[in-house]
């Protein structure tokens, strides 16, 4: 299960479990030190084992995250 | 209408071509699965060998019961300053053991995985690299990877 911040970057390189919550590059899991979100993105990522049945599937997370660069 | 005017002429410009569907049925419940976390977010042990960040195809073994202040990242593709903040933005190892505690899953693994993605050699990745780290996971009875990447 790979949690991407560039989907269609992790679809085309082949991974066969996409997850994608709304986040930078560097904060795949969601914002540091928000134990909530990052706890709620894993959770998810490892739930959408139980849902994917095909390869190549990408399933967006509600959960959002801008870096302040 | 023929679409080929010379044949076998090949272009100049690299173009990212997906490899051949990988997908092998998920058939155990969660709570019974032993978790590890592999990313290619350039993480490793303070007291490893950082990552060259010139290219390195080089993966590092991350024992299950290190503590998240003993870790660090040496990438050059991408900001590291969320993921000096807070490791588990990119490698939620504190979050992982919360869930094994809480019985959402069986285990943390008792290993896991750092390397360096974002180019380098890429046929080393594909022919060496992932094979051996998919070896290591087998090895230590692990039923699912999470990964962080891209």
Same mark, same amino acid.
């Given at each position: 299960?790979?949690?991407? $911040? ?7 390189? !082949?991974? #066969?479990?996409?997850?994608?919550? =709304?986040?930078?590059? /560097? $904060? ?8 909530? =979100? ?27 995250? @801008?870096? +302040?660069? | 209408? +023929? ?12 173009? #990212? ?10 058939? @155990?419940?969660? +709570? ?12 490793? =042990? +303070?007291?490893?060998?950082? &990552?060259?960040? $010139? !290219? ?10 290190? #503590?998240?202040?003993?870790? =660090?990242?040496?990438?050059? /593709? ?6 000096? %903040? ?8 504190? %979050? ?5 505690? *809480?019985? &959402? ?8 995985? !750092? ?12 022919? *060496? ?5 998919? *070896?290591?996971? @087998? ?12």
């Amino acid at each position: 299960m790979l949690i991407a $911040a560039l989907p269609p970057v992790a679809k085309q390189q !082949g991974s #066969p479990r996409i997850v994608a919550p =709304m986040v930078p590059m /560097g $904060a795949n899991v969601g914002e540091p030190n928000n134990e909530v =979100m990052q706890t709620a993105i894993l959770k998810d990522a490892l739930k959408a084992l139980e849902t994917i049945d095909t390869y190549g599937k990408v399933i967006p997370l509600p959960y959002e995250y @801008k870096a +302040k660069i | 209408m +023929k679409l080929t005017v010379v044949e076998g002429l090949q272009s100049e410009i690299y173009v #990212p071509i997906t490899p051949p569907p990988v997908f092998t049925p998920f058939t @155990k419940e969660l +709570k019974d699965c032993t978790v590890a976390l592999v990313s290619a977010a350039g993480i490793h =042990m +303070k007291s490893q060998k950082p &990552f060259n960040l $010139a !290219g390195d195809f080089t993966y590092r073994e991350i024992p299950g019961d290190t #503590p998240s202040s003993e870790l =660090m990242v040496t990438h050059g /593709g991408y900001d590291n300053t969320d993921v000096n %903040r807070d490791i588990n933005c990119m490698f939620p190892i504190d %979050r992982l053991r919360e869930l094994a505690k *809480e019985g &959402f899953i069986k285990a943390a693994a008792p290993v896991h995985i !750092g390397f360096m993605g974002g180019g380098g050699n890429v046929k080393k990745f594909q022919e *060496e690299t992932g094979p051996q780290i998919a *070896e290591v996971l @087998k090895r230590e009875g692990v039923d699912v990877a999470v990964l962080t990447a891209g």
